[in-house]
């Protein structure tokens, strides 16, 4: 994050109103671009959160009646999600957490630190999954198919309406995206026992219930490493996903009376908020209250930067600023 340098002025433009001091310099915030997710998705976790705990109770009791082992490990694999879905849940609540003195940001971090935390679950689950499906392949059981088949027909109608009320939500929010990837995920496995079932009832193939399994857990990692990616690259304020940092730049270095753009950072706040400093060199003192407004309402709504710092330069000559040169942060 830049610097700020002595003498400049900071200007605030909450609701579309900037104040730029005659120093030259300007600071513009603009928080009517948060791309949150669409509706509070507080209900949709309670409910999640309670069909799924009861349901991986039934299931695993199931499990112990039918000696189905591949319904108790889809039963530990829909406790991670259950797990998962507090921790996305309690980040939600905590990025609403007013920023302190210290905390100037509040807890939205904690958004980015649980869509982590969502990933490494899921990894997590799936290797517990591996784990079983290759010792399955050792010593293969019989199993009773006819419960195996109804317990998890009934998880697969839970956990799909669970992940179709996230569903909408994932485009911006990535906490909601984990929860939406955990949901569909169970569903899978789910759809996968009732299909090695089945198959095993109608074959006496065994093996059957162990290939399926692997190949869930291929499906499953497959949808999560880009979880993990997005959420690692959030945790290390890299530019997020859908927000190209050179057209940003080029945007606005065409911005009236610019004449060089420098110290250009975008980086996540939280999992759904994004901000952006930068400064901008304007040799001919011009509107910069205008000039403040308008590149914060734009930021807004065309790359959905919310909260945007802009220090207004009037030279890049001998006194200009320290942190122009590239390579510098």
């Not at 210290?102 to 591996?130: E, F, M, P, W």
Request: charged letters at 15%; a negative charge.
């Amino acid at each position: 994050m830049p610097h700020d340098h002595s003498g400049h002025a900071h200007d605030h433009a909450h609701d579309h109103h900037d104040h730029a001091h005659e120093h030259g310099h300007g600071h513009g915030h603009a928080h009517h671009g948060h791309s949150h997710a669409p509706k509070d998705f507080g209900r949709a976790f309670a409910i999640g959160t309670a069909l799924n705990l009861g349901f991986v109770l039934v299931e695993a009791g199931a499990g112990l009646i039918t000696h189905s082992l591949a319904l108790l490990a889809d039963a530990g694999h829909n406790l991670s999600d259950v797990l998962g879905l507090l921790l996305a849940w309690g980040a939600a609540v905590l990025a609403k957490r007013a920023p302190s003195a210290r905390r100037t940001y509040g807890l939205r971090k904690g958004t980015i630190l649980a869509s982590l935390g969502n990933a490494a679950l899921l990894l997590l689950a799936v290797g517990a999954i591996a784990w079983e499906a290759v010792r399955r392949f050792a010593s293969p059981e019989p199993i009773e198919t006819g419960p195996v088949m109804i317990v998890a027909a009934i998880g697969i109608v839970i956990n799909t309406a669970t992940a179709l009320m996230f569903m909408k939500g994932g485009k911006d929010d990535l906490n909601v995206r984990g929860a939406f990837l955990h949901m569909a995920a169970d569903a899978a496995v789910s759809a996968g026992v009732v299909v090695a079932a089945l198959a095993m009832t109608l074959t006496g193939w065994l093996w059957l219930d162990p290939v399926v399994s692997l190949a869930i857990v291929v499906v499953i990692v497959l949808g999560t490493w880009g979880l993990l990616r997005d959420s690692l690259d959030m945790a290390l304020d890299a530019t997020p996903r859908g927000i190209d940092t050179g057209k940003v730049r080029a945007w606005l270095a065409s911005r009236p009376g610019v004449s060089e753009v420098h110290d250009l950072h975008i980086w996540a706040m939280s999992t759904t908020e994004t901000a952006l400093t930068a400064h901008v060199v304007r040799p001919l003192d011009g509107d910069h209250d205008q000039f403040l407004h308008d590149a914060c309402a734009e930021l807004a709504s065309q790359f959905k930067i919310g909260h945007v710092t802009i220090q207004v330069e009037s030279s890049a000559g001998a006194h200009g600023c320290a942190l122009a040169p590239e390579g510098v942060v």
